[in-house]
């Protein structure tokens, strides 16, 4: 006997974190109230990345309307029913504002529900899917893209060996394994009962592990200062590697280590044009276009944080023709732009950073990944832990999403920092706090 066919109610926020999320629920019964195509025609005139997902969800709904009646149901490929309905409960809780559209999307899966459905409300907003449960709604997140960060790929593993091993590796720079990693994944040799350690990096063609060799290494005047921080300037500064993650805590010198290899590449070795810079506007209070000025003023408050780790760089940084900050960008060495900008660019022959990557939804990060032209390197950083995005979470957004996604191929690269390198201060806030 098969199982009930479930109902499933389609919150409007999951359309913008991926505009084909109905494409995802197969052979069941997938609901639009008619509210979400309200408020999705409310968003669409937006010039953000919301606005962009409205239209496409708008489109896509639009398209299966074309194979019949879609208030009837519209059979899917994916073998699901799709509807698109006006109906909510007209008995409801008094204390249950109606002139709200996220209560009547919340109504609809109600009526549904009472009329014997066996219905899930899907949203990514957290409120709602309580306001949901408390109507006895069975309700759930969109989980078609999460990831477990706890057991997120870290890039490296870890052991204890001989003093004869770490020798070999670091003498013959290789050495055969008697276990298998993934291309680009690394290898932490420590001498037991010592400090004393030595990194390998496995080449998945040969199927040796190859020494790495960052010590001591300064990188337009900064260091590596850890094992972490030396995984991450070889992966960095690898040519035949065009993607790279570093996922860590706020001080584990993610964008310091991005910035420093990128303007390496650029300046001295010429290997790219420029070192492209951005990150995620998103607003804690009112949004970019309430703030005083042209773009440049307004992308100067958001985009601080790159201003000062630039400016690091060039207080240790030595080089008789490059004097300040401002300089390298008169000269376009290095470009500072919002992510709403670079949308629809051409990118060749550049190493791009994309800052604070964990504010993506993975539908942004394909977006983004996908504008590489030839000879391109991308770089994305980000902290999990710190999301400011209100329908993303540390397991749902893009950043950890592409991680999971990528891990194993050739030319992908990723690393986790563990340990803060700012101050013990530092350090002990972001654990505690």
């Given at each position: 006997m098969s199982d009930p066919v479930k109902s499933f109610v389609i919150d409007t926020n999951v359309f913008i974190h991926k505009p084909d999320a109905i494409l995802s629920f197969r052979d069941n019964e997938v609901i639009v109230p008619l509210w979400v195509l309200e408020e999705l025609d409310k968003l669409?005139?937006?010039?953000?990345?919301?606005?962009?997902?409205?239209?496409?969800?708008?489109?896509?709904?639009?398209?299966?309307t074309k194979k019949g009646n879609i208030n009837e149901g519209?059979?899917?490929?994916?073998?699901?029913?799709?509807?698109?309905?006006?109906?909510?409960?007209?008995?409801?809780?008094?204390?249950?504002?109606?002139?709200?559209?996220?209560?009547?999307?919340?109504?609809?899966a109600l009526t549904l529900k009472k009329r014997g459905r066996q219905v899930f409300f899907v949203s990514k907003d957290i409120n709602a899917r309580v306001k949901a449960?408390?109507?006895?709604?069975?309700?759930?997140?969109?989980?078609?893209?999460?990831?477990?960060?706890?057991?997120?790929?870290?890039?490296?593993?870890?052991?204890?060996?001989?003093?004869?091993?770490?020798?070999?590796?670091?003498?013959?720079?290789?050495?055969?394994?008697?276990?298998?990693?993934r291309p680009n994944e690394y290898m932490i040799l420590t001498e037991k009962g010592t400090e004393t350690t030595a990194i390998g990096r496995f080449d998945a063609r040969e199927g040796l592990l190859r020494y790495v060799d960052h010590i001591g290494e300064t990188v337009t005047g900064v260091s590596p200062l850890n094992d972490n921080q030396r995984i991450a300037i070889n992966l960095l500064l690898d040519d035949s590697i065009r993607l790279v993650t570093l996922v860590g805590k706020a001080g584990t010198g993610k964008t310091l280590l991005a910035i420093s290899s990128?303007?390496?590449?650029?300046?001295?070795?010429?290997?790219?044009?420029?070192?492209?810079?951005?990150?995620?506007v998103i607003p804690l209070g009112k949004d970019i276009g309430y703030l005083p000025g042209a773009k440049e003023e307004k992308l100067s408050h958001w985009m601080q944080p790159l201003f000062d780790n630039l400016d690091y760089i060039m207080s240790v940084y030595k080089s008789p023709t490059i004097k300040n900050t401002d300089w390298l960008l008169q000269n376009k060495m290095i470009e500072i732009e919002a992510l709403t900008y670079i949308r629809g660019r051409s990118l060749p022959n550049q190493f791009i950073i994309i800052d604070e990557a964990q504010n993506l939804s993975p539908h942004e990060i394909k977006t983004i990944v996908s504008r590489a032209g030839e000879n391109t390197k991308v770089v994305l950083t980000g902290d999990p832990y710190q999301i400011d995005s209100p329908y993303l979470d540390s397991n749902s957004n893009g950043l950890t999403y592409l991680v999971e996604a990528f891990k194993g191929r050739e030319i992908f690269g990723h690393v986790t920092l563990e340990k803060s390198e700012r101050s013990p201060l530092a350090e002990l806030a972001a654990e505690l706090l």
């Amino acid at each position: 006997m098969s199982d009930p066919v479930k109902s499933f109610v389609i919150d409007t926020n999951v359309f913008i974190h991926k505009p084909d999320a109905i494409l995802s629920f197969r052979d069941n019964e997938v609901i639009v109230p008619l509210w979400v195509l309200e408020e999705l025609d409310k968003l669409k005139t937006s010039g953000d990345e919301k606005g962009r997902n409205a239209r496409h969800a708008i489109r896509i709904l639009e398209a299966m309307t074309k194979k019949g009646n879609i208030n009837e149901g519209v059979k899917m490929e994916n073998g699901s029913i799709l509807k698109v309905v006006l109906t909510h409960e007209k008995d409801v809780p008094a204390d249950l504002r109606q002139d709200s559209a996220d209560n009547k999307i919340l109504l609809t899966a109600l009526t549904l529900k009472k009329r014997g459905r066996q219905v899930f409300f899907v949203s990514k907003d957290i409120n709602a899917r309580v306001k949901a449960t408390a109507l006895g709604i069975k309700a759930v997140d969109y989980e078609k893209q999460k990831v477990n960060l706890s057991d997120l790929y870290s890039g490296y593993r870890q052991e204890v060996v001989a003093r004869e091993t770490i020798n070999e590796l670091a003498t013959s720079g290789c050495m055969q394994l008697n276990q298998e990693l993934r291309p680009n994944e690394y290898m932490i040799l420590t001498e037991k009962g010592t400090e004393t350690t030595a990194i390998g990096r496995f080449d998945a063609r040969e199927g040796l592990l190859r020494y790495v060799d960052h010590i001591g290494e300064t990188v337009t005047g900064v260091s590596p200062l850890n094992d972490n921080q030396r995984i991450a300037i070889n992966l960095l500064l690898d040519d035949s590697i065009r993607l790279v993650t570093l996922v860590g805590k706020a001080g584990t010198g993610k964008t310091l280590l991005a910035i420093s290899s990128g303007l390496k590449k650029v300046l001295e070795e010429k290997i790219y044009t420029r070192v492209l810079v951005s990150r995620p506007v998103i607003p804690l209070g009112k949004d970019i276009g309430y703030l005083p000025g042209a773009k440049e003023e307004k992308l100067s408050h958001w985009m601080q944080p790159l201003f000062d780790n630039l400016d690091y760089i060039m207080s240790v940084y030595k080089s008789p023709t490059i004097k300040n900050t401002d300089w390298l960008l008169q000269n376009k060495m290095i470009e500072i732009e919002a992510l709403t900008y670079i949308r629809g660019r051409s990118l060749p022959n550049q190493f791009i950073i994309i800052d604070e990557a964990q504010n993506l939804s993975p539908h942004e990060i394909k977006t983004i990944v996908s504008r590489a032209g030839e000879n391109t390197k991308v770089v994305l950083t980000g902290d999990p832990y710190q999301i400011d995005s209100p329908y993303l979470d540390s397991n749902s957004n893009g950043l950890t999403y592409l991680v999971e996604a990528f891990k194993g191929r050739e030319i992908f690269g990723h690393v986790t920092l563990e340990k803060s390198e700012r101050s013990p201060l530092a350090e002990l806030a972001a654990e505690l706090l």
